[in-house]
């Protein structure tokens, strides 16, 4: 029986294992192969595949409708941005205003840099989830959304840490498919555990019934907390990468359309599915790019179209209405694709053939 | 004062106090350890209200409760279900997106000892912790007999089963004292009958106090063993079920006296 069960492990884990290799060797191929707009692309896709997980643990599986993601982004991108730019970066970027000490002398590595990154959003976040989540759902999403703003306001306001309105340019360009899918992984990975764990368990009952959950012994605070803090967290290292992928950031990029677009993403695969985040975060970002399209001026049967800005959002929003309409709980509503559900459908069949029923 | 700390559940000159309106006041109980007590009123009595100040939803304006001694007044309801007391809910609160099996594995939470970062790396006391917190909710399961919809998502059970599954849940926070607000409400004669017996077995196989609210008379002349009538926020009566059933005050409540009586 433990010789069976060890056996199973280590299958499990050599085919794990194989699957890891092959994922990184498919990296290392479109890295070095594919060219740079479409490896851009994709790298967009893993670093908002984290992002939208991290939203749908709040909003999805724990019932917390947070709109506070795109300061949580900002705080991210700017720590990282600033421990990893170099020093002389830094002095010929902060042209007005010098940059305060310690951080006009310093430069970090990637990867400390981002674990900085996200304990200081972690932090912002449980600073600005600790008061927040005494608030129900759309109180609860107006006041994210206004601790959002003032983080931009600050950003904009402290010109010794930030630059202002300037922004940083010149971040170095650390991020590449190893570093923003391995993000994806992580947090994939870390969604996984965490929402089929007990405390996820809990999250999910405090979504459904607060009252109920609280009555059965569970701790609100702390598990409302946990989950606006790792979500803040998942947010802080995605907006890491994603100001070391564009290499330049500013506080208007972390505007409420932002949240906006990462909510849909999480709308759109289904809140309270991991699956479904991942589907739609990838889709939403490819298609925001395929679209660009129908914003060239072209010819069509002669006729000349002038290119019309903005068009590919409403060609956007009105395929979210669309899908929308069809699958009112996203793509995936809270369930999975994975092995479990095929299985599920076989033995659904098989039900249906035995006895009818259900 | 000895007496008082053996008991399983006080309440001390409880006074809820909302506004203008006193929806319990005066409000004692004395209840043994092992006993099943029932508490009952005309709607709007304040029932509920005094449910609601033992599980700790709300905090009296005045008086104590205490749970074997201890005073627990005042905390918080996940505190207080952590030091034993559990609940049910009038109208049924399930997690409805959760299995029924999910639904008692979330009472179960309480007790875990394994810390998230445990959880999330699978240590072996997490995993230790949650083979048995399957077990013995599968054996909760077994109990109240829903081991075979283990699996079914709470919302798509029937009612009478939803039911069951909040005793189960409840069970599962291991609770010393258990409340039940009108579990048999919408059961069919048949349910009902079942239920009772449920509610008798539970109390001896877990060692568990009841404290049942219950509009159906049946129920509580049956099962309680003494119960305390309660009518506009006041005790009228206190006693066993015979001394209940012939006592004017109870008897004018429910059927006549301008109160609008149920049935």
Redesign the interface.
Known sequence: MTGNRSNNFVRKAGIALALLIAFYLCLFWVQTGWDVYKVRILNLSAIYIGITLGLNLCNGFAGQFSLGIAGFMAVGAYTTALLTMSPQTKAAVFFIDPLIWPLNSIQWGFLPALLMAGLVSGLVGFAVGAPAIRFRDDYLGITTLGFAEIIRVVFTNTRTITNGALGLKGIPPHTDLYWSWTFALVCVLLMVRLTNSSYGRALKAIRDDEVAAEAMGVNLFYHKCLAFVISAMMAGVGGGLLGNLITTIDPNMFRFPLTFTVLMMAVLGGLGSITGSVIAATLVTVAMEVLRVLEEPRVILGIFLPGIPGMRMVVFSIALMVVILFYPKGFMGDRELGLDSFRNLAARFRRTFLRKQV | MSKINDLALVCENIRMQFGGLAAVSNFDLLIPEGALYGLIGPNGAGKTTVFNVI?G?LNPTEGRVRLFGTDVTGL???EI??RGI??T?QNI??????TVL??V??????R?E?T?GE????FPR?RR??SD?LRTSQELLEDVGLEDVAHYRASALPYGQQRRLEIA??L??KPRVLLLDEPAAGMNPAETEQLMQLILDVRDRFNLTILLIEHEMKVVMNICERMTVLDHGQIIAEGTPSEIQSDEKVIKAYLGGGVIARH
Do not use: C
């Open positions: 599980s939803v918080s309801p996940d279900a952590r559990a609940r809910f609160r399930l997690f409805r997106n959760l999910e639904n594995l979330v009472g179960h939470h309480l875990r394994a998230l959880a999330l790396l699978a997490y912790e949650e917190m849940r409840a599962a926070t």
